[in-house]
């Protein structure tokens, strides 16, 4: 997705393109150069018009070099110079961020987050993702990996998961841990209406939306899955909130569609047990801003870039 | 403790003295008063040479009303209004954060952490502490909780300790909760060279040191503790390096000098494991500043309200 956008995040255009299947990084610019060029053109624009470019890509970046050191969606791409090869192209300033990161800071510009300086976005998904604003600004850290709430520890001895992280956070209270719990329940043998869609609907395998939707129908099995990422849910909101003591947590992502019965229990939780009571009037809310987070970040991020250059 | 110093942390004179044994809020503001002209007194300097005050405090501090909102030694102090008490004596400006947060920005002005602008300092002790420096200030959050390592969540469905938080840190990887894990283990029949001593020796219960000290000396039992003690740490130093990404990690406490045998190793588990690799280069070091950093940082404190007033 490209989008145009003015200062206040007012979007003036918007171009969508599909990322080549082989991932190949030349290819795969070529295609943003394309999309970034139809989204100026959609809207009535020349490039010349354009004070700079905000680039929101998944994996870890480094910020400061502009660098995807790796990505979990493109497997081939290992310390490719994305803002470098995109330049090449659209001789703009351009600055580059997670997509996480900048969801968090598009928030906070344009969204849910408006006005709050000190601001904690989470994103529950298939994995664990986040952001962190800090005095208004996007904090990224030594690396630019601040923010990777999916990768707390919230069990000592639990199980690693996509990162090295033992007992990180995403491997336990995720989509992905949720549906992965059921699994391993389903295959020690407890009993569960999931087994029957398994076995007689050809399904590959649970998913954490079959499991709400049992626990709808008043599965056992899928209530003991959920109760149990509750309370891991829980434990990793805890950690953030004593660690970090936001004026605001934003809690999006697939599984915030699932807010009363997985992500509210959970800030209940956290509310009852976060260090001198500061979680029980600790604003909690869902995003705003939907798909668009990210690339209005990338604009706020852009908008930020061009004030310090005092354009 | 006070001290009198200049803006570089040059420290001019120094005056201590006992906090008032029953902990009345007023008996010990006088105190405080007494030992601040003290060391005024000491440095060969009046009341009208000093530009700002700063206090650091333990327990839970509201740095924005100036408030001592509970307090872990002082049992009766509940939303004292310490810096409206303790200006009624002296008539300069004021500023008060918690003791562990000023701590590290103690170190980040004039020790272990000078130049550094993103500092993580943790305290392992009795308990464990910390604070954070962003952007070279301190970050103290919304309500002045920012930077509550300790009562972070390792284990979800660990023991509360003395925070609400269920699996708090510091119910875990403190020396508290090492010496309480042996005396559990003791309780529990586990043979331990411990055990003498704690029958023959008149003791009133297993210290940390104790643990250590039998550790040292092979004793199978302080060895299961302080491993499963390492786990817990590493765990939480995890949470906060995937969290924050710091350029620098000062640990410091009293358990800061079994470096070797437990810091280090949880270190070494926490570089192992950190998201993408971010934690092995990492700097982590030990605190130059010892029993002052508080105090310094409480000058750090009023330097920079100073420079925000234009003094």
Same mark, same amino acid.
């Given at each position: 997705m490209a989008l145009v956008a003015n200062a206040n995040g007012h979007v003036l255009s918007e171009a969508l393109s599909a990322t @080549? @299947? $082989?991932?190949d990084p030349e290819q795969v610019v070529d295609a943003m150069v394309q999309t970034t060029q139809k989204a100026i053109q959609n809207a009535g %624009?020349? /490039? *010349?018009?354009? *004070?700079g470019v905000g680039i929101a890509a998944a994996g870890g970046i480094d910020p400061y070099r502009q660098?995807?050191?790796?990505s979990p969606n493109l497997p081939?791409?290992?310390?490719?110079p994305l803002g470098q090869m995109f330049r090449r192209h659209v001789d703009l300033p351009t600055s580059i961020s997670n997509d996480a990161n900048l969801a968090a800071l598009g928030e906070q510009r344009y969204g849910a +987050? !408006?006005?709050?300086?000190n601001l904690l976005f989470i994103t529950v998904s298939t994995g664990i993702g986040g952001g962190i604003i800090i005095n208004g600004r996007l904090y990224e850290g030594r690396s630019g990996? $601040? +923010?990777?709430?999916?990768?707390?520890?919230? %069990?000592?001895? +639990?199980p690693y998961g996509r990162? *090295?992280? *033992?007992?990180?956070w995403e491997a336990l209270a995720s989509g992905t841990a949720l549906a992965a719990d059921a699994q391993r329940r389903l295959d020690a043998g407890e009993s569960s209406s999931l087994q029957a869609q398994v076995l007689y609907q050809g399904l590959e395998g649970i998913t954490a939306e079959m499991v709400f939707k049992a626990l709808e129908q008043g599965d056992q099995l899928a209530q003991r899955v959920v109760e149990q990422g509750i309370g891991y849910l829980a434990s990793g909101l805890l950690s953030l909130v004593n660690v970090l003591d936001p004026e605001k947590v934003i809690i999006g992502g697939g /599984?915030?569609?699932?807010w009363q019965r997985y992500i509210g229990p959970a800030v209940a939780i956290m509310r009852e047990q976060a260090f001198a009571g500061l979680g029980r009037d600790l604003a909690v809310e869902p995003p705003? /801003?939907?798909? !668009?987070a990210g690339a209005l970040g990338a604009v706020a991020l852009a908008v930020d870039a061009a004030a310090e250059l005092g354009r």
């Open positions: @080549p @299947p $082989a991932g %624009l020349d /490039l *010349q018009d354009i *004070q660098v995807v050191v790796h081939g791409w290992a310390d490719v +987050g !408006r006005g709050v300086s990996y $601040a +923010g990777e709430v999916g990768h707390i520890s919230v %069990l000592t001895d +639990g990162s *090295q992280t *033992q007992g990180a /599984l915030s569609n699932q705003e /801003l939907g798909v !668009r």
